[in-house]
């Protein structure tokens, strides 16, 4: 975290932005905020931001379409800060590029950590081939995976698993993008096996697979591991 | 009668009189202008009257007025606003009628319409003009009108008996009763012949011929007598009811009570006009009773009965039917429960002496019983006897030319069969082989074919088999005989058969008819909603009367629809009109009736208690006799009946559904208010208190902990009643994706975290649990909301068991707790909406059960709550879904 991370704060809603602002302003980011689509989309052109929230519930557009515009030419991770709580659209939402999300109404301190997982990864700080998250370290170049400095044995499919999952920690990851990423193309719609592997992959990785720390479902949507 | 009912106006009367005055009210007025023949200046007086009234400001038109051409008559018809006849063109000629449509829309307020008895030409909505004036009164248009005495019904038949003219125009007897006004108009016999010959009244070339048949000084006396008594007894008569209804006690006027017995000959006619007369004169109250006896009615019998009943209706007689199978002890029964002071009866029949014997013993015991009641006996009339002297009764020719065939191929056959054997069996065998096959036929053939196989047979049997062969002579008397028997025994065994086959076949068309009432009761029993009524009652009518009918119902506008349309039965616009009219004036119209009978259907109305549910319309190609009649009113009054409860119904459950809606809005409201000022209380006042002063951060971290719990708590609300609005629209569809239920366990331990602090929960998962196909978000929802639940209702320490197992088909989640448990009466209620059990602990709006059972049903399962056997609930969820082994995927 540096001085220099602006965050753009696209909503509609005074009462939201002023929270966030305070929020966020406590804890060492710049905030500049937009109240509609059109303003945002300017905003994110001229501050160019370290990070945007983006509502998708704005007066002028919807936000899914302001989504779109913005990844046309924006990297930079997007978190989705919504009171639609549907699942589809917020699938939907994470398929045009969202990095996170988040629905209204939220937790300030779980925002904070949903801003620093996206921002450390879109800098890049998985350079570190060996990633460590409790007793867990995976070795990614080597595919070796210890529990309490133990070699535990995973099937090629559940190390890609553990991998994309561990690679991504923090952020949700949606079914489909899972399947894809580790079954291949024709597997998206085969929720079944992505359950499965998640059961085993538990039963090796987790202290009490009966209350997950690591592997987390997000109801619906998809995986997040770990924080 | 003692003398203290005598002073005292009986209530039922009073209350007739009063509920009379205010139809009164509303209907138009009839004012009759009355004489006792043509040319007394009825027409004249009523323009002059309508003249006079116009003068003061009123608002006048002619409906029909016949000058004759009479020049004074003509003159008085200026002035006045004249409706155009309606030309209707019947049989190459043109008849010109009264316009009512157009009066009634003119809506003036008097309307002069002439000859009251007139009968419309064919095409008009009514047969009779009396018809057409009811409906402008029903409009609250005042008529004035012209009768003269021969066209009253009570009166006709002695008008004919003087003048020997037959009238055929003639005007119930209720209709100039209830007149509101009725004014004589009287002429001396010598001044009506007068203006006769002076051409005043009809043109010339007619009135010769008229004054010779009619307008005799003998006959027109006898007539304006009729006319001046009739007037006087209605005067006399409104006396009566004016001191009724004033309450005016004195001598009443007559008390006495006429009583008149009719039954189904056609004496009665007679009967029931004289004893109107005799009750106009003696200004006296009348009522026909009828003794329903154990004497079967013949079909024409049953025609002279609906007759005589018609009649009495027309004269304004009201009929009671009594069945008693002893007619005297009914009649003076009866009589005296009614006080009535003197019977009426006719001369029974006279056809043999054992009638003769019971003549004498129905009038003398009549007379016997009767106590101090007057007994009228009035001789039959001559013309009538024709109609019922008792022939033996021959079955009717009706066969059809095959049977005359098949009989005669038959006896011959049989005859040539014989004829090979004859030797064998010897000629006065083969009459008795004969006279089997006559009856045996009979079994199956009418009359007439067993007439013509009886005389064949009896020739056939003579030519070919009596001695001397093939001659029709005959040597021995004892054959003579036995062919002369043989002939009457085949015809007699031949229609006794046939009329026993008759009789049968009544029997069994009345069986059928029940059978068929039965089963239309049944079925119409069974049947719900307003479509499936008018399939049945479609199916039924085409069934049991083979008509093709169609219903129209009235609608919530109260307007008429034709609710079936799998019929050939088109309506045009007009035809709607006559349903519409039948609809509001409860009497059938169309074919066969005196209402608008050019149509092509007849139509019924379907009337119930509380109003005509719509009409019925038939394609009928004959008028009903007697017996359809009976079964046909049998039928619609059944169906009304059915189509009213369903109406009714439907009124009832929309009546329901607003209350229900309206009841749940105020909990709704009650409890939201409840549940929202709370949270909002606690912040308001917690951030209050931490914006007005600094405390320590002791006491600052309590507050801000308060505010943090009630935000939540209203979170929950809000999230319940979003999810409450979503399941009652209906809009949400479970999403299918194959789910791990330890994620469900997991997701509800990890959401309740703070509130299952207190609590010990242990989840039991079957280690070979199967994946299902679920919509986790939803399944997730309700067992938030039961092990919610749970933990609101449970004391703090106790155990919350989640048992989660799939079951032949079904996930079943149960969710088990040690709490206070359910009462018995909230076992069923508890997942209504915004129920809250009477022992409930926790706060709330009730809405988290019903959430859970909106979200099961969303996916087809059932949820059930019950108490467990020591202490506690249990609530199941049973949710059929797909499973999917996990083993296969490793």
Known sequence: MTDTDTILIIDDEVQIRRLLEITLTANGYKISDAASGKEGLVFAATIRPTLIILDLGLPDADGIDILKKLREWYLKPIIILSVRDSEEDIVKALDYGANDYLTKPFRTKELLARIRVAIRQSNGALNNPELSFGALTIDLANHIVRKNNEVIKLTTTEFSLLALLAKNAGRVLTHQFILKEVWGMGYVQQTQYLRVFVAQLRKKIEEDPAKPKLLNTESGIGYRFGS | ?890
Not at chain 2, 253 to 259: C, D, R
Not at chain 2, 533 to 559: A, E, G, P, Q
Not at chain 2, 761 to 779: A, E
Request: charged residues 25%; proline residues 3%; glycine residues 6%.
């Open chain 2, 1 to 890: 009668m003692n003398s203290l009912d005598e002073n005292r106006p009986n209530p039922d009367e009073l209350l007739a009189s009063l509920i009379n005055e205010e139809e009164k009210n509303k209907r138009g007025k009839l004012k009759i202008f009355f004489g006792m023949c043509a040319g007394v200046g009825k027409t004249y007086t009523m323009l002059e009257t309508a003249k006079a009234e116009k003068l003061k400001g009123s608002d006048i038109v002619i409906g029909y007025v016949e000058t004759h051409n009479r020049k004074e008559t003509i003159e008085l018809t200026e002035g006045f606003e004249l409706v155009p006849r309606k030309t209707y063109d019947y049989k190459n000629t043109s008849i010109q009628e009264m316009d009512l449509d157009t009066i009634i829309a003119r809506k003036p307020q008097i309307v002069l319409v002439d000859e009251l008895a007139h009968t419309n030409a064919p095409g008009s909505r009514h047969t009779k003009r009396y018809h057409d004036v009811q409906e402008i009164l029903e409009n609250g248009i005042n008529v004035y009108t012209t009768l003269n005495v021969q066209h009253l019904e009570s009166r006709s038949e002695t008008v004919a008996q003087i003048t020997g003219i037959i009238i055929h125009e003639t005007l119930p007897d209720k209709i100039f009763e209830n007149a509101d006004e009725v004014e004589l108009v009287d002429l001396t016999p010598d001044e009506l012949l007068q203006r006769l010959s002076d051409g005043k009244v009809y043109t010339h070339e007619r009135s010769r011929e008229a004054i010779e048949n009619f307008f005799r000084k003998g006959n027109i006396t006898a007539l304006r007598e009729m006319a001046l008594r009739i007037v006087a007894d209605r005067v006399d008569k409104q006396l009566y009811d004016y001191m009724q209804h004033k309450h005016i006690r004195g001598p009443w006027k007559s008390g006495l009570h006429l009583l008149v017995a009719i039954d189904y000959r056609h004496q009665s006619l007679r009967l029931l006009r004289w004893a109107k007369n005799l009750s106009y004169s003696m200004g006296a109250s009348i009522q026909a009773i009828y003794i329903e006896t154990l004497h079967k009615l013949s079909l024409k019998e049953h025609e002279q009965l609906d007759k005589n009943f018609k009649l009495a209706e027309q004269l304004g007689i009201k009929i009671r039917i009594i069945t008693d199978s002893d007619a005297v002890k009914a009649i003076v029964n009866f009589a005296e429960k009614e006080n009535v002071t003197h019977i009426i009866v006719g001369k029974p029949r006279v056809r043999n002496i054992l009638s003769m014997f019971l003549l004498g013993n129905f009038v003398n015991k009549l007379v016997r019983y009767s106590g101090n009641i007057d007994v009228y006996v009035l001789g039959s009339d001559r013309q009538a006897k024709d109609h019922f002297r008792k022939k033996i009764s021959v079955p009717p020719f009706t066969s059809n030319i095959t049977q005359y065939i098949i009989t005669s191929l038959l006896v011959v056959i049989f005859s040539l069969l014989s004829y090979l054997i004859r030797d064998i069996i010897g000629y006065q065998v083969v009459s008795f082989g004969l006279l089997f096959l006559v009856s045996i036929l009979a079994l199956f053939y009418g009359t007439g074919p067993i007439l013509l196989a009886a005389i064949l047979s009896s020739l056939i049997w003579d030519y070919f088999f009596i001695p001397p062969q093939f001659t029709l002579y005959i040597q021995k008397p004892l054959d003579i005989m036995m062919l002369v028997m043989f002939f009457f025994i085949a015809l007699l065994n031949g229609i006794l058969t046939s009329r026993v086959r008759r009789q049968e076949k009544k029997i069994r068309v009345r069986e059928e008819r029940t059978n068929a009432l039965y089963q239309l009761t049944r079925e119409l029993t069974l049947a719900s909603g307003l479509d499936e009524v008018t399939s049945i009652t479609v199916k039924y009518i085409h069934k049991y009367f083979n008509l093709d009918c169609t219903i129209i119902l009235k609608n919530d506008l109260n307007r008429l629809d034709q609710v079936n349309h799998d019929t050939n039965i088109r309506l045009s616009e007009n035809e709607l009109s006559i349903a519409a009219w039948v609809y509001k004036h409860s009497s059938k119209a169309g074919k066969h009736t005196d209402t608008l009978p050019s149509s092509n259907y007849t139509f019924y109305p379907l009337v119930g208690n509380s109003g005509n549910m719509g009409v019925i319309a038939v394609e009928q190609l004959n008028v009903f006799t007697q017996g359809e009649d009976l079964f046909w009113e049998a039928f619609l009054s059944q169906i009304s009946g059915k189509y009213e409860r369903e109406f009714l119904w439907n009124a009832a459950k929309k009546a329901d559904i607003l209350n229900e809606s309206d009841k749940l809005y105020k909990i709704l409201f009650n409890s939201i208010s409840h549940e929202l000022r709370i949270p909002v209380s606690t912040i308001i006042g917690a951030s209050d208190t931490l914006l007005s002063q600094s405390y320590p951060d002791e006491t600052r971290q309590k507050l801000y902990n308060e505010i943090n719990i009630a935000a939540i708590r209203l979170n929950r609300l809000i999230e319940n009643l979003l999810n409450m609005s979503r399941l009652e629209s209906g809009l949400i569809k479970p999403r299918l994706d194959w789910c791990d239920v330890h994620d469900l366990a997991n997701k509800i331990a990890e959401s309740l975290q703070q509130e299952l602090k207190p609590f010990k929960l242990s989840t039991i998962i079957p280690n070979d649990m199967p994946l299902v196909k679920i919509d986790f978000g939803f399944i997730e929802q309700a067992l938030y909301n039961l092990v919610l639940n749970a933990t609101q209702n449970s004391p703090a320490g106790s155990r919350i068991r989640l048992k989660i197992f799939y079951d032949n088909g079904s996930l079943v989640l149960e969710v088990m707790d040690r709490g206070i448990g359910l009462r018995e009466s909230d076992l069923s209620s508890v997942f209504n909406k915004f129920y809250r059990g009477k022992d409930a602990r926790a706060v709330g709006t009730g809405l988290g059960l019903s959430i859970v059972k909106g979200f099961t049903e969303a996916h087809k399962g059932t949820i059930t709550a019950e108490n467990r056997q020591n202490g506690g609930a249990k609530f199941t969820m049973k949710i059929p879904v797909e499973i999917s082994d996990m083993k296969k995927y490793s």
